[in-house]
Structures are given as C-alpha cells and as structure tokens.
C-alpha cells in the first residue's frame, strides 16, 4: 500500500569489467537452442489429448457427465483432481504459442479454467471447491495465471468481472496485513498464508512474503484495465 511513497531512492552504479567472465564467449560453440514453442505444442497436444492411450493415459479427463471440468493431474501417476497452478499454466502456455484454447480439439479450455474462480471468496484458488490460507504461493499464482489468460483472451464479460473480484479481494488483504496509506505502512506478509475469508493470517511453520511481489503485478495490471485508484496504493 502507499503507491509511490513506497519506492525508495535510487543509488547510481557504475559497471565493472570481471576478466574472467569477459573470457567467455557471448555466444558458445557448438550452440544450438532448444525450439521451445514447438516443445510447447507437443507438451499442449500430448496432455489435452482425451485419445491417449498408455500407462496412465490419457493424461485429461472428464471429471463429471455434464463435462463441465476435467481431471488433470499435476504429475503423471498422480491424482486426477486438477490444480489451477498446472491446468492454466498449460491453458496460458499453448495460447502463448498461438493456439487458440478456446476451441483447442474442439474444446473450451479457458471457459473450463473459470471453474478455479472460488466466488465466495472472490478469488482464483488452486483447485476447484478449494479456499485459501494454506499458502500464499497458492493462493496468489492461480490469480496471475487467471490475468495473464484473460488479457489473451479480451472482451469476456464475466472474466472482467472477475478480474476486478480479484483485485479488489486481494487490496483488502493488503488492508487486513496493516498496509494504509494515511500514515503510510507497509503490509506485512510474514505469514504462511491469508485465509481470505476471515481475513485472518495463517501460520504453518513458515513465511512466504514473496507472495506480495505477485499482488502488487495484478494489482497494477487491474488498475490498468479497470483505472481504480486503489490498486495504485496497493
């Protein structure tokens, strides 16, 4: 919180030459680069594939009759339930390759990511009926994944709606951490978690206060797209 009373000064630097490292070449011999978009295409049609067949195959199914989610396991062998931080990380990666994931093998893959949307708590939680507080890890990356897919995938009504649901629930737990502008303070995020509903921080033995640098990204991507002030204080 605080906007630009957050920001300290900054100190000028000067560059300095190692010699050992200006031995080494800018651009080693043999060299080849890995071709990654197509990597990721392969990654994209291997997983989302219903006709798989093999140990473990196929990787995606359907998790009830009406389709209206599917299973997906975080690793392979592992449990079906999905994870936000795996299903639309794929869902943003094959986008970013030019795929068009809402009708990828005939199937809305982005529409079917909204089912992480937890709407009593106004936020994108890691696995569909789940909360939050166990990890703001967990909690917070879902949230930047959901912003990354909507900013590909412009001009849908309800996912702006949810955009600014997550904003604005995130800038109220920056609140509830102690973050306020008049007098200036800065949230405190040495918790483990924040349990959204409560508004009250968890403690696991633990401290992820990295979890600040994710909410003030989505912060400042909401006050682009929505022009609130708020989220400039974040």
Same mark, same amino acid.
């Given at each position: 919180?605080?906007?630009?009373?957050?920001?300290?000064?900054?100190?000028?630097?000067?560059?300095?030459?190692?010699?050992?490292?200006?031995?080494?070449?800018?651009?080693?011999?043999?060299?080849?680069?890995? $071709? =990654?978009?197509? !990597?990721?295409?392969?990654?994209? #049609?291997?997983?989302?594939?219903?006709?798989?067949?093999?140990? &473990?195959?196929?990787?995606?199914?359907?998790?009830?009759?009406?389709?209206?989610?599917?299973?997906?396991?975080?690793?392979?062998?592992?449990?079906?339930?999905?994870?936000?931080?795996?299903?639309?990380?794929?869902?943003?990666?094959?986008?970013?390759?030019?795929?068009?994931?809402?009708?990828?093998?005939?199937? $809305? =893959?982005?529409? !079917?990511?909204?089912?992480?949307? #937890?709407?009593?708590?106004?936020?994108?939680?890691?696995?569909? &009926?789940?909360?939050?507080?166990?990890?703001?890890?967990?909690?917070?990356?879902?949230?930047?994944?959901?912003?990354?897919?909507?900013?590909?995938?412009?001009?849908?009504?309800?996912?702006?709606?949810?955009?600014?649901?997550?904003?604005?629930?995130?800038?109220?737990?920056?609140v509830a951490l102690g973050g306020k502008t008049d007098p200036l303070a800065l949230p405190n995020f040495d918790h483990t978690g924040l349990n959204l509903k409560t508004m009250k921080p968890v403690e696991m033995g633990r401290i992820e206060p990295e979890g600040a640098a994710g909410i003030a990204w989505f912060e400042y991507m909401a006050w682009l797209?929505?022009?609130?002030?708020?989220?400039?204080?974040?």
């Amino acid at each position: 919180m605080g906007g630009a009373g957050c920001l300290g000064a900054v100190e000028e630097t000067s560059q300095f030459t190692i010699p050992r490292v200006e031995r080494m070449p800018n651009l080693p011999q043999p060299f080849a680069m890995r $071709d =990654w978009s197509q !990597l990721t295409r392969d990654y994209v #049609n291997f997983v989302f594939d219903f006709e798989k067949r093999g140990e &473990h195959m196929p990787l995606v199914g359907w998790l009830d009759a009406g389709r209206t989610m599917v299973s997906f396991p975080s690793y392979v062998g592992g449990p079906n339930d999905p994870e936000a931080v795996n299903y639309l990380a794929a869902v943003v990666s094959g986008s970013l390759v030019g795929l068009d994931m809402r009708n990828y093998r005939g199937h $809305d =893959w982005v529409t !079917l990511g909204t089912n992480f949307f #937890n709407a009593e708590e106004g936020v994108y939680v890691n696995r569909p &009926h789940g909360g939050t507080g166990g990890s703001f890890w967990y909690d917070v990356f879902p949230n930047v994944l959901f912003y990354q897919l909507n900013e590909l995938y412009p001009g849908n009504a309800a996912r702006d709606q949810q955009a600014l649901s997550v904003a604005l629930k995130w800038h109220e737990a920056c609140v509830a951490l102690g973050g306020k502008t008049d007098p200036l303070a800065l949230p405190n995020f040495d918790h483990t978690g924040l349990n959204l509903k409560t508004m009250k921080p968890v403690e696991m033995g633990r401290i992820e206060p990295e979890g600040a640098a994710g909410i003030a990204w989505f912060e400042y991507m909401a006050w682009l797209k929505f022009k609130d002030p708020r989220f400039l204080t974040t």
